[in-house]
């Protein structure tokens, strides 16, 4: 359903906000190719899965 697609995702105002990243930050992170974005239309959305990879790969970095 709508409501479960919509749980299972973000904007990228949602995420960046949940992780208290600035706008550029970002859309520095999609430029760089270490967040994943998915296009629906016009909307740019990060996916449960798009947040996992990103979440593993900053850990991975942080242990060097």
Do not use: C, H, M, P
């Amino acid at each position: 359903s709508d409501a479960s697609v919509q749980a299972a995702t973000a904007t990228i105002e949602e995420w960046r906000i949940r992780y208290g990243l600035g706008r550029n930050t970002v859309y520095d992170l999609i430029a760089d190719g270490r967040l994943k974005t998915a296009k629906i239309g016009r909307r740019r959305i990060i996916t449960i899965q798009q947040d996992q990879d990103f979440r593993e790969l900053i850990e991975r970095e942080a242990k060097g």
